[in-house]
């Protein structure tokens, strides 16, 4: 279905391709048994029906942009090497050696000709294919009959992204992805590179995780900080197969904020940002929106980028793309935001949150990222270089920004209530359409044979 009961006027009158709302869905009102958060047998199925079956965002595409250059993905009890083979195309192996299962790689990226075996030196070729059993004369022929090339697995690209697929039988990544594809690709993320790259366990199940990124319900709860430039009254568009959009406006205050009108600091700060002198503007924050994406036409125009196939709401508000089953993109025109909900290898109550910002850069006065996405003055946003991948574990503070360390402070409470016999299930209001589409096509996963 599509969610507009306030009355958000983006969509109204807008005839732009982009805004255009997509066709209802009915994806029901069940309430779903709250043991999909805590059972192991469920986690099980989840792994061997959605996961091992679908196809899952492993790497932005510019971190492997030569031959040779890979990076390692981990997802649940499974670690893959995503690498790029010498005729430009990308392959992907189960990073496990078939002579006793020693992991290839350790590290998260690097660039090599070939892959070599810490424990008996095996050596492989980029494309998996064995190039050296050591002292082969020594396996009789029908010990190395069995294989000795990589076990490997699908691996595609798409709208800059590279994902990877365990089941030969899945469908081309285009046709999974077909929903949204069109919209994503306007946005050019192909011509982005990583600025900032962090990893989060999380005491909660991965769909908790999902949950509370798929709604803006709970701005005004978890993160009051936001109330004046964030607003609530968000559209919502539901699609075949789990995937989802949703607009959030920024640079207008929340339903809940006291002052409709006035320009807050925050609502002045996301002016300043787009180039308007917060003092000099004479409009009110029902105005701003508007403001800043005139602003931020007139600046690409000025240093000589193409906005014209942007909607209005594309150059104000966060665009965020749900990719089922585990990722969420937050797309602007300067910079997107990958969010991946990682599952743990074998426990359902806790999950890896991973975020990375990929940036398009262009060297001129007033042009960045999002003022919201955090972004420090020493961030190398020239892409000369690709920052490290900070991980922090269990318990220790995400250090991913206000905002992010709220979620990962309650998600760890709302998973103990989900241990509880006083609660019987979620109860979703249209806010949260998103959970309950995506909720609904993780059980139709789970109802296949």
Not at 54 to 65: E, F, G, Q, V
Not at 96 to 115: E, K, Y
Not at 162 to 173: E, G, K, R, S
Not at 297 to 320: K, M, N, P, V, W
Request: hydrophobic share 35%; with cysteine.
């Amino acid at each position: 279905m599509n969610y507009d009961p306030r009355s958000w006027a983006v969509h109204k009158g807008s005839d732009h391709p982009f805004d255009q709302a997509a066709p209802p869905i009915d994806n029901g009102a069940a309430r779903l048994d709250p043991s999909r958060y805590t059972s192991r047998a469920i986690f099980v199925q989840e792994w061997e029906k959605l996961f091992a079956r679908t196809w899952l965002l492993a790497a932005p595409a510019s971190d492997i942009p030569d031959a040779g250059d890979w990076v390692r993905f981990d997802i649940g009890p499974e670690s893959f090497i995503i690498v790029r083979q010498e005729d430009g195309s990308v392959a992907a192996h189960y990073n496990v050696c078939p002579h006793r299962g020693s992991r290839l790689v350790t590290g998260d990226m690097g660039s090599q000709a070939s892959f070599t075996c810490p424990f008996h030196s095996w050596k492989f070729g980029l494309d998996g294919r064995n190039q050296r059993v050591t002292d082969e004369e020594t396996f009789r022929p029908e010990v190395l009959c069995h294989g000795t090339d990589l076990t490997s697995v699908r691996a595609e690209e798409a709208v800059g992204l590279v994902f990877i697929c365990m089941d030969d039988n899945a469908p081309p990544l285009v046709d999974y992805l077909a929903p949204v594809l069109p919209l994503l690709e306007t946005y050019r993320i192909d011509r982005m590179h990583v600025v900032q790259h962090r990893r989060s366990d999380w005491a909660a199940n991965w769909k908790g995780g999902i949950d509370a990124f798929y709604e803006s319900y709970h701005l005004h709860a978890i993160h009051p900080q936001t109330m004046g430039v964030i607003d609530d009254r968000t559209h919502i568009d539901l699609y075949p197969g789990g995937m989802s959009r949703q607009f959030v406006p920024m640079a207008q205050p929340n339903s809940h904020y006291g002052d409709q009108t006035g320009i807050n600091p925050g609502i002045a700060a996301l002016l300043k940002d787009a180039g308007i002198d917060p003092v000099d503007f004479d409009g009110t924050a029902q105005d701003s929106r508007a403001a800043v994406a005139h602003a931020k036409r007139e600046r690409a125009a000025r240093i000589g980028l193409d906005y014209s196939h942007f909607s209005d709401a594309q150059l104000t508000d966060s665009t965020i793309f749900g990719i089922f089953p585990n990722a969420q993109i937050g797309c602007h025109p300067e910079a997107v935001f990958l969010h991946r909900f990682k599952p743990h290898a074998d426990d359902p109550e806790q999950f890896t949150y991973e975020t990375t910002i990929l940036y398009r850069h262009v060297d001129a006065q007033g042009y960045g990222a999002p003022g919201w996405m955090g972004l420090m003055d020493d961030v190398d946003v020239t892409g000369a270089t690709r920052p490290d991948i900070v991980h922090t574990g269990l318990g220790e503070p995400p250090g991913m920004g206000e905002v992010l360390d709220q979620d990962s402070d309650l998600l760890p409470i709302v998973q103990a209530g989900a241990r509880s016999r006083g609660f019987k299930g979620p109860l979703w209001g249209e806010q949260e359409a998103r959970l309950r589409h995506f909720h609904a096509e993780v059980d139709r996963w789970l109802a296949r044979n």
